[in-house]
């Protein structure tokens, strides 16, 4: 069975692509800080998910996770999920700690990661494949969102330049940009728990993506053969033609 490993795994896009993975036959390694939702998720998939609580951010952690992930098998995908906004101050006045926070999530937490499983992944039978779950975000800025922006323009040329100096080994590099996703805790994470700010991020939006929609994302790019390599993805709602252009009802 083809063993997928998903970071970010208790909530949203990373939640959801488990369980497209799972539907889809794959066997998951789910990651994430949260016992109590992985553990959750691994009881209602049964035996196809199991779960190791890690934290990317954390040297210990992640050594921890991948070395039981190798003594039971390996996997054949990595799937970089776990990641976040905070804030959407201008740069002028931003807060150094979210810019902080960001950077150690987004950009080096999905390093680490990568970097641990990368000699696993290439193992698998037939290759593996490193899938970054980035943002438009790194693809254009837009005003308060500097922090936020950098880091994701720094992972998806992560992503680019990995995908360069991997040439000939054996393993895909495929990077996914959603736009607007509604999801139950990015906007309300980015916002330090102020709900109301949250929502109106969707306010008038009629069908913002769901973590639903990048799942299967994910699924299609994993579910080519071996050899097609998917480098690029951008999706995004039909209401939403860039972020400053957006179709609210």
């Not at 003594?71 to 976040?84: D, H, Q, S, Y």
């Not at 109301?196 to 769901?210: H, T």
């Amino acid at each position: 069975m083809r063993r997928a490993v998903v970071t970010g795994a208790s909530s949203g896009i990373g939640e959801a692509t488990v369980r497209a993975l799972v539907a889809d036959g794959w066997s998951v390694t789910a990651l994430a800080r949260r016992e109590d939702r992985l553990a959750a998720l691994s009881d209602e998939l049964g035996d196809a998910c199991d779960y190791r609580v890690c934290d990317i951010t954390d040297e210990d952690s992640t050594s921890a996770a991948v070395a039981a992930i190798e003594k039971t098998g390996g996997a054949k995908a990595l799937i970089n999920c776990a990641g976040g906004a905070l804030g959407k101050d201008p740069v002028a006045t931003a807060d150094l700690d979210d810019w902080r926070s960001m950077y150690e999530l987004n950009v080096l937490g999905t390093l680490r990661i990568t970097q641990k499983l990368l000699p696993v992944l290439k193992r698998a039978a037939g290759g593996g494949t490193v899938l970054f779950i980035s943002s438009t975000a790194g693809i254009e800025p837009y005003e308060g969102g500097g922090g936020y922006c950098a880091s994701k323009f720094a992972e998806r040329v992560m992503a680019r330049v990995l995908r360069l100096e991997q040439i000939g080994e054996p393993v895909r590099i495929v990077d996914i940009s959603p736009g607007m996703v509604r999801t139950e805790e990015f906007s309300l994470k980015r916002f330090h728990g102020d709900a109301e700010r949250a929502a109106s991020v969707y306010d008038g939006v009629p069908d913002p993506l769901e973590a639903e929609d990048i799942a299967e994302c994910v699924r299609w790019a994993l579910d080519q053969p071996d050899t097609v390599d998917v480098d690029s993805i951008v999706v995004r709602p039909r209401a939403e033609g860039s972020y400053t252009k957006v179709f609210r009802r």
